[in-house]
């Protein structure tokens, strides 16, 4: 954690607005220290509560990534928020309170729970994240500097970087968070698992993780899978920034300047180093690892409660879409498991509906898996019941994609992690844990 000494609070009594002491003003030592905190955590709050359009935040957890939020901050200890954790977030302002504190500096917390909080999660299921930690984010700050309508802090436990600029408008501060969210949102309508873009003339496939805020382009060289990634951000000048920089061959990546999305095309363009480039669809990957179906096949669900089975919490995504057959809308349902080693059937594999509180349910299909050339496809077994009609859909039509001919690509995305991608077009795959 960074050490704030530099923000002593003899300085920190001399805060924004005010003109630094010269050497021998010694006015301040006529003080007492609490005075001097009381003073300086009034002058932080006259700051921030005094911008008229509120603030554009930026937080930099210590885990990576890059967030946005705007906030407006009154002198009552309220706080409103957007953020770019979604677009619903974008739109749909949250009140919360925060307080100004003297700590080892003077501090800024975010004292009830809101958007901001969210990163510092310990349980995945509400936004993503690791378990105990979630992004390894903070919700309190010391004040670091101040520099013209631009203020910088630290997170207090992690480390985590929060920047505030002043909000220019109204409709600045509203268009501030929606510049990430826009772009996933356009992102998601490139319908297929498999996105591709040439830099500098080399083929590389594109990934993008919206929760770790994470672009990955992996490309072959010597004829070998090799990846590069790096947080980025949205900037307002529509300009994609690696906060990282990575290097393809001779060229180096800061920035994807200009990118905008053509709704029409399905297509992604920009400019790196000055050369256009575009984010496309791509039905199959750049270079395919035919050892993960073996490990798909062999290396079943560690967990106990699991055992031998593999998990999917939503089903297939479909065109991006996640949950695409909408299988959680069926009542009472927690998972889809996938059963290799079924030997009901004769060698069947099993896709279970199941239920944590009943069980497996009386529906869902038995079907035979083979391999070639490191494609896994099933044949249709048979099935353990017919779906109420309310459900069909969703039964079925998992059901159906389960045993489209051509199979899937066996990807692994962990160590215990595999997505199966349709090998016909690549806009449908279903992810397993």
């Known amino acids: 954690m960074k050490t704030h000494f530099k923000l002593l609070y003899i300085s920190l009594s001399l805060l924004i607005g005010l003109t630094a002491c010269k050497k021998n003003d010694t006015s301040v030592f006529n003080k007492t220290p609490n005075q001097r905190e009381a003073e300086a955590l009034k002058n932080y709050e006259t ?38 954790l979604d677009f619903t977030k974008s739109t749909t302002s949250q009140q919360s309170s925060y307080r100004l504190r003297g700590q080892m500096a003077p501090s800024l917390l975010f004292d009830t729970y809101s958007y901001i909080h969210l990163l510092s999660d310990p349980t995945p299921s509400v936004n993503g994240g690791a378990v105990g930690v979630g992004y390894t984010s903070d919700f309190e700050f010391a004040f670091d500097k101040v520099t013209g309508d631009s203020v910088t802090l630290i997170g207090n436990k992690n480390g985590s970087k929060l920047t505030l600029v002043k909000a ?11 510049l990430n969210a826009t772009f996933f949102a356009s992102f998601n309508q490139i319908r297929t698992y498999f996105k591709r873009t040439t830099i500098n003339g080399t083929d590389c496939d594109v990934h993008i993780d919206p929760q ?23 900037d307002e000048s529509a300009n994609l920034i690696f906060l990282t920089p990575v290097t393809i061959g001779s060229a180096t990546l800061t920035a994807i300047k200009s990118i905008k999305f053509d709704q029409t095309n399905r297509v992604f363009t920009g ?61 009472g349902l927690d998972y889809i498991l996938y059963y290799p080693l079924t030997t009901t059937k004769e060698n069947g594999t099993k ?29 249709f077994w048979g099935s353990y019941g017919t779906p109420p009609a309310a459900i069909a859909f969703a039964v079925n039509s998992t059901t159906t994609k389960f045993i489209d001919p051509k199979g899937f690509y066996v990807i692994a ?3 215990n992690t595999y997505d199966l991608v349709s090998v016909a077009d690549a806009r449908a795959w279903i992810s397993f844990y």
Request: aromatic share 14%; charged share 10%; glycine share 10%.
């Open 168 to 178: 220019s408008s109204q409709e600045n501060y509203g268009a501030f968070v929606k």
């Open 351 to 379: 896709i279970g509906f199941y239920s944590n509180a009943a069980g497996f349910f009386p529906y869902g299909p038995e079907i035979i898996p083979s391999v070639s050339n490191g494609i896994i496809s099933f044949t």
């Open 212 to 234: 770790l805020r994470q672009i990955t382009l992996t490309y072959i060289s010597q004829n070998n899978s090799t990846s590069v990634s790096s947080p980025f951000y949205i």
């Open 413 to 415: 995305t962990g160590s």
């Open 271 to 331: 400019t790196i180093n000055s050369n256009a480039m575009q984010i496309k669809e791509a039905i199959a990957p750049l270079k395919y690892d035919l050892t993960a179906v073996s490990a798909f096949t062999v290396n079943l669900h560690p967990d106990s409660h699991f055992k031998d089975a593999w998990v999917s919490d939503n089903g297939f995504t479909v065109d991006n879409k996640i949950d695409g057959f909408g299988v959680n809308a069926i009542p």
């Open 47 to 84: 700051l921030i509560a005094g911008a008229p359009y509120g603030w554009k935040a930026t937080l930099f957890p210590a885990g990576g990534g890059a967030y946005s939020f705007s906030m407006k901050f009154d002198s009552s200890g309220h706080v409103n928020m957007l953020s770019d």
